[in-house]
């Protein structure tokens, strides 16, 4: 808080005084101090009386002029015989108050007269929330990458705007990378899963049924039955899933006895890395433990069976149902070989097509 002859001055100015008056009342306050010595001394006065010297006079009559000129606030337009008089004088910090008020005003004159009139129009909320969901998705993307996003959807936006409403990340945190559930979706994509069920007969037999799905889209990839499951039979199985170079690189399973030393072989032979489940854990071999959930709610449970090739082809014409018609939750209502989307321009009559011997029924649009 500056003191003396500058609080008064600061009053001053507030209250909207002429720079006459200013400067008066300023002297008056600060008679027989340092400050008045200061600025008496160089107009030859002596009396402390501010105005006397012709120098004093001169400077009164100037002033008008350069407020008509200058049309601003008195601070713009400060004598010259007050400044002279405080940086002569002795009190402490009175002239690094002044020159800090002085840069203040710079600072202020300048920015207001710089100001934008115009400028680029402001980004709307839903630009801004667009941002942030991009950013938040893709976290490994740039400023450069979002707004080449946000120019293929046709919205005009700089890419200075992408980068002032992007979320920046706080001080000292881990580098950008990839949610969880993205990253077991890049792994999934590279292993599959496999198991035994089992499927009761007309007689009271049972048989094995065996199935490999994949993890990447859910896709059956092999499914059989045997009355006999020998490792022979097994090992011709893992060769008919996964023929040539088709084979994943992790591949799921239980620890059943059937997976004897020749299969383990036979998955070392195709260049599969086995990944065997903990005892009694059947949740670490989710996606094979579901689709034998669904062979057995969505046909098991509609039919008996009656001997092995009955169960056979029961089980061929589900894997071409599952694969090319079944609409999947983890597919986004798709099936794992996607269907193409039928609108009216297709057809105004919708027909049905019979799945899996009239089980089930798939719809398609035809003309009429």
């Known amino acids: 808080?500056?003191?003396?002859?500058?609080r008064g001055a600061a009053e001053f100015w507030r209250a909207g005084y002429g720079r006459q008056e200013w400067q008066d009342e300023g002297l008056r306050q600060c008679a027989g101090s340092d400050v008045a010595l200061g600025l008496a001394e160089p107009f030859g006065t002596g009396s402390g009386?501010?105005?006397?010297?012709?120098?004093?006079?001169?400077?009164?009559?100037?002033?008008?002029?350069?407020?008509?000129?200058?049309?601003?606030?008195?601070?713009?337009?400060?004598?010259?015989?007050?400044?002279?008089?405080?940086?002569a004088s002795t009190v402490p910090g009175a002239a690094v108050t002044v020159v800090k008020w002085h840069r203040m005003g710079f600072r202020l004159f300048w920015r207001w007269k710089s100001r934008s009139r115009v400028g680029r129009p402001r980004a709307t909320p839903e630009l801004r929330a667009l941002i942030?969901?991009?950013?938040?998705?893709?976290?490994?993307?740039?400023?450069?990458?979002?707004?080449?996003?946000?120019?293929?959807?046709?919205?005009?936006?700089g890419q200075t705007t992408v980068a002032r409403y992007m979320p920046?990340?706080?001080?000292?945190?881990?580098?950008?990378?990839?949610?969880?559930?993205?990253?077991?979706?890049?792994?999934?994509?590279?292993?599959?899963g496999m198991d035994f069920?089992?499927?009761?007969?007309?007689?009271?037999?049972?048989?094995l049924g065996f199935v490999v799905v994949s993890h990447r889209d859910r896709r059956i990839l092999h499914l059989n039955v045997t009355a006999h499951p020998t490792e022979e039979w097994t090992k011709q199985q893992l060769r008919e899933a996964f023929p040539w170079t088709s084979a994943p690189r992790y591949l799921h399973r239980d620890r059943d006895k059937l997976y004897s030393e020749g299969v383990r072989a036979t998955l070392t032979h195709l260049g599969i890395r086995e990944v065997p489940s903990a005892a009694r854990c059947p949740w670490q071999n989710p996606y094979a433990e579901r689709v034998i959930g669904s062979i057995r709610r969505e046909l098991l449970d509609h039919v008996v069976v009656l001997n092995e090739a009955h169960a056979r082809r029961l089980l061929r014409e589900y894997q071409r149902y599952y694969n090319a018609s079944r609409t999947h939750l983890s597919r986004g209502k798709d099936a794992p070989e996607t269907r193409k989307v039928q609108g009216p321009e297709h057809g105004s009559k919708v027909i049905?097509?019979?799945?899996?011997?009239?089980?089930?029924?798939?719809?398609?649009?035809?003309?009429?």
């Open 352 to 368: 049905e097509l019979r799945e899996v011997f009239g089980l089930h029924h798939r719809y398609e649009r035809r003309a009429a």
């Open 197 to 207: 069920f089992v499927i009761p007969t007309a007689t009271f037999g049972v048989l």
């Open 132 to 157: 942030r969901r991009m950013a938040e998705a893709n976290p490994t993307w740039g400023a450069p990458r979002i707004h080449g996003e946000l120019l293929k959807l046709g919205m005009a936006v």
């Open 49 to 87: 009386e501010f105005g006397s010297s012709p120098a004093t006079r001169s400077l009164s009559r100037e002033a008008p002029i350069t407020e008509a000129c200058t049309g601003r606030s008195p601070l713009l337009g400060i004598s010259p015989a007050l400044l002279a008089g405080l940086a």
């Open 1 to 6: 808080m500056p003191c003396g002859p500058l």
């Open 168 to 192: 920046r990340p706080g001080r000292g945190a881990p580098k950008p990378s990839p949610t969880w559930r993205n990253f077991l979706r890049l792994h999934l994509a590279e292993s599959a």
